[in-house]
């Protein structure tokens, strides 16, 4: 029942009926609440409808299932920042890196949330760590200049970023 349940739930989402997935995945639940396959149909269909509180809801419920998965702690960072709620997004990226201390993503939303919070040293900390994990990523490195910046590290800012005559090559990269 659970495959053909998860299957109906997917298949709205997948189609962009991200309520009618919400209801679905929810209807699933009852008869089979540890399913994390439900939640995470949740988790994604409120976030596309942009009702991050319950995404993150969502993934907390993700959490208490699967406490070692780095992913749904970084999720659940993610949403929580959306959703306004930064002391608790921070504790997640934190819970996240602690499992998985290289994990690009997280680094990279950690470092935006810290942006967010003012905290320019932290932040350049974690966007250089991005840089670290994955140095092909433009993304990590323009936040990681960013961030230099805001600190007064002009050098290292400039090391991050091509001249600006290669800017074109940097931009094309970025996508």
Same mark, same amino acid.
């Given at each position: 029942?659970?495959?053909?349940?998860?299957?109906?739930?997917?298949?709205?989402?997948?189609?962009?009926?991200?309520?009618? !997935?919400?209801?679905?995945?929810?209807?699933?639940?009852?008869?089979?609440?540890?399913?994390?396959?439900?939640?995470?149909?949740?988790?994604?269909?409120?976030?596309?409808?942009?009702r991050?509180?319950?995404?993150?809801?969502?993934?907390?419920?993700?959490?208490?299932?699967?406490?070692?998965?780095?992913?749904?702690?970084?999720?659940?960072?993610?949403?929580?920042?959306?959703?306004?709620?930064?002391?608790?997004?921070?504790?997640?990226?934190?819970?996240?890196?602690?499992? !998985?201390?290289?994990?690009?993503?997280?680094?990279?939303?950690?470092?935006?949330?810290?942006?967010?919070?003012?905290?320019?040293?932290?932040?350049?900390?974690?966007?250089?760590?991005?840089?670290?994990?994955?140095?092909?990523?433009?993304?990590?490195?323009?936040?990681?200049a960013?961030?230099?910046?805001?600190?007064?590290?002009?050098?290292?800012?400039?090391?991050?970023?091509?001249?600006?005559?290669?800017?074109n090559?940097?931009?094309?990269?970025?996508?």
């Amino acid at each position: 029942m659970a495959s053909t349940a998860f299957d109906a739930a997917a298949a709205e989402y997948r189609a962009g009926r991200y309520e009618q !997935a919400v209801a679905l995945a929810r209807q699933s639940l009852i008869a089979e609440p540890d399913d994390d396959r439900f939640w995470i149909v949740i988790a994604m269909a409120a976030h596309k409808l942009g009702r991050f509180e319950e995404a993150a809801t969502a993934f907390r419920q993700l959490t208490e299932l699967k406490a070692a998965s780095a992913e749904h702690w970084s999720n659940l960072g993610y949403m929580l920042r959306l959703a306004g709620q930064q002391q608790e997004a921070e504790a997640a990226f934190v819970e996240a890196l602690r499992i !998985a201390p290289a994990a690009y993503g997280t680094l990279l939303n950690y470092g935006l949330l810290l942006m967010d919070m003012s905290r320019f040293g932290a932040a350049r900390h974690r966007f250089l760590d991005a840089v670290e994990a994955d140095p092909s990523q433009p993304e990590a490195r323009i936040y990681a200049a960013s961030a230099c910046f805001e600190c007064g590290d002009i050098v290292r800012a400039e090391q991050l970023l091509p001249p600006p005559g290669e800017w074109n090559a940097l931009d094309a990269e970025a996508r």
